[in-house]
């Protein structure tokens, strides 16, 4: 997967091997690269393997049709940050960060949510698939980071968010 900017876009996933991010100074204050490239491949996940030769993992996120399948990335996403005391630091932001905080202490059990189910199936494949070691490694790699700035952080620093002894 290879990441490239523009002001052109959020997301976008061209189907083939290219995730676009939106610049910076297009992005929500509260958004970072890593969140946003995280996200997105827990997009990749909820959808199946089917998913990466489609655009935007074959989602539509303008009509409301594929709400259910965002909730379950959503918690995906918190369900494999949570063990690296990462839930916060990467958190969803615009209109699904009051989803993201709603979420159980563990995002994989709980309530009627109809999303529930498929971040679970998501959450077989991240943890088992053939994006397992990666993803792993990535979340262990930036909560040495985090961690290592934590210290030094503003209180109003994403940095602070992180929890130590995840």
Known sequence: ????????????????????????EDLDADDSLAQMIFHEICHAIV???????QENWG????DGRDDLREMACIRLQAALSENFGL???FAVTTDW??????????????????????????????????????IAAALRATQTIVAAAYPFSNQDSLFTSFHQGA
């Open 1 to 24: 997967m290879k990441v490239a900017r523009s002001s052109e876009v959020f997301a976008a996933w061209d189907g083939k091997e290219t995730l676009t991010i939106g610049s910076p």
């Open 47 to 53: 959808q199946g393997p089917g998913s990466m030769s």
């Open 59 to 62: 989602l539509n996120n303008t």
């Open 87 to 89: 839930k916060e630091f």
């Open 97 to 134: 960060r009051s989803y993201h905080d709603s979420l159980p202490s563990n995002p994989l059990t709980g309530d009627d949510d109809p999303a529930l189910e498929i971040a679970l199936e998501a959450h077989r494949r991240a943890t088992s698939g053939p994006w397992a070691q990666s």
